[in-house]
């Protein structure tokens, strides 16, 4: 079962609403990070002032509470599919800790793309789902990528 995980600005820049901050977009607001099932049921929400990062302070509290949800909703095993601001070292330890296969992206501001690629083409098991498609997928553990 797949679960996304995000966070988004909301726009509150004409408000004195508490929690109104500067976020990574430039835009004054709240930085809710929401877990979606697939098909798009929400099964965690968590308002943050605009200027906090999505792995902040009770983040990995947060990501337990979902997967308990999840698992009360279906016996499916379940598959984080997250952005890069979630690449973190301890949240990856709980998931494997905890059993659940994961996909965090990589941060291509970091990250050259052609790296990943050549990373995706020594590394991962390739198919061809139709033509003039090829995936890679495989599994790799690394600290961090050179380029």
């Given at each position: ?5 995000n966070?988004?600005?909301l726009?509150?820049s004409d ?5 109104v ?5 430039g835009?004054?607001?709240h ?9 798009g049921?929400v099964?965690?929400?968590k ?15 947060f990501h ?7 698992r009360?909703?279906?016996k499916?095993h379940?598959l ?7 690449d ?8 494997r ?6 996909i965090?992206?990589?941060n291509?501001r970091r990250e050259?793309p052609?790296?990943l ?5 020594r590394e991962?098991h ?7 498609k ?5 599994c ?8």
């Amino acid at each position: 079962m797949r679960i996304d995980t995000n966070s988004t600005i909301l726009d509150n820049s004409d408000t004195k609403k508490e929690g109104v901050a500067k976020g990574y977009t430039g835009v004054l607001g709240h930085a809710p990070v929401c877990s979606f099932l697939e098909g798009g049921l929400v099964v965690g929400a968590k308002l943050c002032p605009g200027n906090h990062h999505p792995l902040h302070e009770g983040a990995l509290d947060f990501h337990a509470v979902v997967r308990v949800r999840v698992r009360k909703l279906t016996k499916a095993h379940p598959l984080w599919v997250d952005d890069a601001a979630f690449d973190d070292v301890a949240l990856m330890a709980a998931r494997r800790g905890a059993g659940d296969s994961f996909i965090t992206r990589h941060n291509l501001r970091r990250e050259k793309p052609e790296v990943l690629i050549n990373l995706a083409r020594r590394e991962g098991h390739a198919h061809s789902p139709r033509p003039g498609k090829i995936v890679y997928t495989g599994c790799i553990r690394q600290e961090e990528l050179s380029g």
